[in-house]
């Protein structure tokens, strides 16, 4: 059964830089039909697409998030990462990483559990 | 402001059904078939409910189906269970973006 687990720090400073790295188990993060994404919410708030990976290392973000957001992936440790720079209290959420199936659709098939990162000094 | 809109909330009484609107443009929804739908209940992870508009993953229940029609998709609930209170949310690919909606919190009354 696939499992992706996120881990980072739960508190960053305003200004400063956002990493959490998501971790795949019982599957291979090199498969030619998935993209690797981050997902987050916002307290009390809906969900917010924020970029996708695929294992070759091509990356599609969301424009709004765009000039900030950096998604790396490294398939030796069958992890990929993320980086968000120049946080403000607004980027506080839970951030979750999950699997994205472009082989039959475009969805996202399985979650991580989400990790809140509340940014403030 | 979400991309894709959907209603804020609806109720509904156990066993009967319910119709959440998802509604986007002729860009995303109007263009492909890449609608999915989620479920997620608090302090839980989204649950992948219907891909690809109406197609439902192995393992999740035959109450729920999904349609589209122009640019709105929608997803119907019949049977409604005290389970199904949860917050719904749709989802469309479009140019290489996933869009969500904003979400619908579902009220088993």
């Known amino acids: 059964q696939l499992q992706l687990q996120e881990s980072g720090p739960g508190l960053v400073k305003p200004s400063e830089t956002l990493s959490l790295t998501c971790t795949v188990s019982?599957?291979?993060?090199?498969?030619?039909?998935?993209?690797w994404g981050w997902v987050r919410q916002p307290p009390g708030k809906g969900l917010e697409w924020i970029g996708s990976?695929?294992?070759?290392?091509?990356?599609y973000y969301n424009p709004s998030l765009k000039s900030r957001v950096t998604i790396s992936v490294d398939t030796s440790k069958n992890q990929f990462s993320l980086k968000l720079s120049s946080v403000t209290a607004a980027d506080t959420a839970v951030y979750y990483c999950a699997r994205c199936d472009f082989w039959s659709g475009y969805f996202f098939d399985y979650w991580g559990q989400g990790t809140l990162v509340t940014v403030s000094s | 402001q979400s991309a894709l809109t959907q209603p804020a909330s609806v109720s509904g009484s156990p066993g009967q059904s319910i119709t959440i609107s998802c509604t986007g443009t002729?860009?995303?929804?109007?263009?492909?078939?890449?609608v999915s739908w989620y479920q997620q209940h608090p302090g839980r992870a989204p649950k992948l409910l219907i891909y690809?508009?109406?197609n439902r993953p192995s393992g999740v229940s035959n109450r729920f189906s999904g349609s589209k029609s122009g640019n709105t998709a929608s997803l119907t609930i019949s049977g409604l269970q005290a389970e199904d209170e949860a917050d719904y949310y749709c989802s469309s690919y479009t140019s290489s973006i996933q869009e969500f909606g904003g979400g619908t919190k579902l009220t088993v009354l």
């Open positions: 690809d508009v109406s």
């Open positions: 990976i695929f294992y070759s290392g091509t990356t």
């Open positions: 002729s860009s995303d929804v109007g263009a492909y078939n890449y």
């Open positions: 019982g599957g291979s993060i090199s498969s030619s039909a998935y993209y």
